[in-house]
């Protein structure tokens, strides 16, 4: 696992190789903090590529970037390939020799066997660059799940890429700019879609993308999709269970592979108990499982992290979180998630994961995916009942509704009537690509409303519109997947915050043999209104986790928001988010519209912080905004870095 980076040349203008090598190192000086351990680059008079490495398989021959022995092939590679084993066998079997033990090479040999078809065998989360100096071609590809990031912008002449943002810090005279098309389209959906950034002239490789580069174009094609639903599965349901938690029991044996300790995120849910379980069951003992606990009842599961770390005899650490603890981090999280978040809930996991890597843990396993695969959300309950709300009676309605929300103080009143409007309202054109979202979507519009460029959507809803041939329940499936799951729960919520310390985190429920299992089983397998969410994750595991997990109401992983950041007592915010949203403050931040703004944070002041959920989400965008317009498009983050190990340096002659 590491953080990558490196120039290409595109006008064919040959310099130094030491000089494109020094300027590599320049941009991994920005993500030591990605591979603590060591440090590599190696250049030509056109190429350079170069990786900080954190050592988790085969720590003493695994360098990079790595080559062949003839030197024509070239890798700078950031993440695991779990099923690199399988992949070497296979490799051998047709004549490959290797000189490591590693999954690196097993991509590089991969790669020079099979060509662009070795993208499509990798099971895990990675994002590699891949040289060929005969040919002069390069391939940056990442993931198709969108685990693992990497980021491009064209420049005079060639091309620079990353594993984060901030490594373009150190390309000379570049300042980052707002990209305010992009910019709205994320404040409306809550994060980027695709290729999109919020920043001027910057890409990322999409998930399940490979571009590739050669002096003549730039080309970008999809090698993997997440599965859409098919339902077309000739099974039933008990088989299917167990077939189920076979092909869960492999996974996580898989991720279990390495050369240094594997520990375990527990939430206190279903996801992250199945984990634990599966990990547990594999290993010689059971592993240290880590949690996040909150001072404030609502958001904590502390009681359900015991039970189930109880249960399976786990040596379990938690870390207490309050609102002041929220507040004090956000900022510093916030420079390594790097785009505007919509909720505090990245921070809590950015201080765990420091507490992980102090107790001398590299790589943790989680249960992020297993909503989106096994349809653990109240969205998809929520958008089956919108599509069917015309054709079911009264009793009906509400009965499928005290079923979905048993927590609203509606049902304690009697008083179902604006709850039945809004469905009512929302049950209409479920023909619509984004008819899973448009809620969500349109509570997006108060965000949006805080900046002077008239809305913006991107280019999802016309991607979405290729699901015409999808219910509604799979449509909302494809867009969790591409947009919470890819461009949040595994990014600023996942690699970013547990890379911000050096902790590899790793997604049993997301391998490619699960999500197609799944993807092929009817939908009542995994919902239904009498049963409610993942069934046959629950029937999986009946037998073997406690009876109150399998059991009670899906509880979604929250933080305190906006009231992290206010003072009732006081009646005004905390001193600093005063300071920074205070009205010469907006005022410097050119895409916010001041009087917008102004009018959202009185309102928050003067709530202490109670207000509703688009307003937080606003709230939160707003002032993350604020903050790193003034870290990366101001500049005054351009210094911070973490210690760079040192660095070896190849420079290679005239390609082979």
């Known amino acids: 696992m590491c953080g990558i980076a490196g120039l290409l040349d595109l006008a064919g203008t040959p310099r130094p190789a030491a000089e494109r090598a020094a300027e590599v190192e320049a941009m991994l000086d920005r993500l030591a903090h990605r591979g603590p351990d060591e440090a590599g680059v190696v250049a030509d008079a056109r190429v350079a590529l170069g990786a900080v490495r954190l050592r988790i398989v085969d720590l003493a021959l695994g360098q990079q970037p ?10 700078a590679f950031n993440g695991e390939v779990y099923n690199f084993p399988e992949l070497r066998a296979e490799l051998e079997a047709e004549g490959a020799v290797f000189r490591s033990r590693c999954d690196t090479e097993v991509v590089l040999r991969a790669w020079m066997q099979w060509g662009e078809a070795a993208a499509s065998r990798l099971e895990g989360g990675f994002a590699f660059a891949l040289h060929d100096r005969r040919a002069r071609c390069t391939h940056l590809v990442r993931d198709r799940a969108g685990k693992r990031p990497l980021f491009y912008r064209e420049e005079a002449g060639g091309l620079v890429f990353a594993s984060e943002m901030k490594a373009f810090f150190a390309r000379p005279g570049y300042g980052f700019a707002w990209d305010e098309g992009g910019l709205s389209a994320l404040f409306g959906q809550w994060t980027p879609f695709g290729e999109a950034t919020p920043y001027r002239g910057i890409r990322q490789v999409p998930a399940g993308g ?108 938690r870390l207490v979180i309050g609102p002041g603890d929220i507040a004090a981090a956000f900022e510093p999280a916030l420079w390594h998630a790097e785009i505007p978040q919509f ?63 048993p927590y609203l103080p509606h049902f304690a009143t009697g008083d179902t009537r604006a709850l039945e409007a809004l469905f009512a309202r929302s049950s209409a054109g479920a023909d619509d690509p984004l008819y899973s979202h448009a809620l969500r979507f349109e509570n997006g519009r108060l965000a949006q409303r805080l900046l002077r460029v008239a809305p913006q959507d991107g280019a999802l809803p016309e991607v979405a519109a290729g699901l015409a041939g999808l219910d509604p329940v799979a449509r909302a499936q494809w ?20 890379f911000a310390h050096g902790v590899e985190p790793r997604n049993p429920f997301l391998a490619p043999d699960v999500t197609a299992f799944a993807a092929g089983l009817p939908r009542h397998f995994h919902l239904t ?40 007592a006081a009646g005004r915010l905390i001193p600093w988010v005063e300071d920074a949203l205070a009205p010469a403050s907006l005022g410097e931040v050119g895409p916010v519209e001041a009087g917008a703004a102004l009018r959202l944070v009185d309102k928050v002041r003067r709530s202490g912080g109670a207000v509703s959920p688009r307003e937080n989400q606003a709230f939160l965008l707003l002032l993350s905004l604020v903050l790193l317009d003034g870290l990366y498009v101001r500049g005054t983050g351009r210094e911070r870095r973490a210690p760079r190990p040192p660095c070896t340096r190849a420079v290679l002659r005239d390609a082979a």
Do not use: N
């Open 66 to 75: 790595m080559g062949d022995e003839s030197g024509r092939w070239w890798i």
């Open 210 to 317: 490979s571009l590739r580069v050669d002096p003549t174009r730039i080309r970008l094609t999809r090698y993997a999709e997440m599965p859409l639903a098919r339902g077309d599965a000739k099974i039933g349901f008990e088989a299917a269970a167990e077939r189920a938690r076979a092909l869960l029991r492999g996974s996580v044996a898989r991720r279990l592979r390495g050369d240094v300790e594997v520990a375990v995120l527990l939430s206190g849910g279903l996801d992250s108990a199945v984990v634990a379980h599966l990990a547990a069951e594999a290993g010689a003992r059971p592993p240290r499982a880590f949690s996040v606990g909150f001072t404030e009842a609502a958001f904590d599961e502390s009681a359900d992290q015991d039970l189930v770390a109880g249960r399976l005899g786990l040596d379990h650490d």
């Open 343 to 405: 909720r505090t809930a990245f921070v809590p996991i950015y201080r765990l994961a420091g507490r992980i890597r102090e107790a001398g843990c590299k790589v943790v396993l989680s249960g992020e995916g297993a909503d989106e695969v096994f349809y653990g959300y109240d969205l998809f309950k929520e958008t089956a009942l919108r599509a069917e709300w015309p054709a079911l009676d009264a009793e009906t309605r509400r009965s499928r509704l005290r079923r979905l929300y």
């Open 479 to 498: 867009l969790e997947t591409r947009t919470l799951m890819e461009g949040y729960l595994l990014s600023s919520q996942g690699d970013r915050m547990t």
């Open 529 to 568: 209104p009498e049963d409610g969410e993942k069934r046959l994750l629950k029937a999986a595991f009946a037998d073997v986790l406690p009876a109150r997990i399998l059991e009670k109401p899906k509880q979604p992983y929250r933080a305190p928001d906006a009231a992290a950041f206010a003072d009732p």
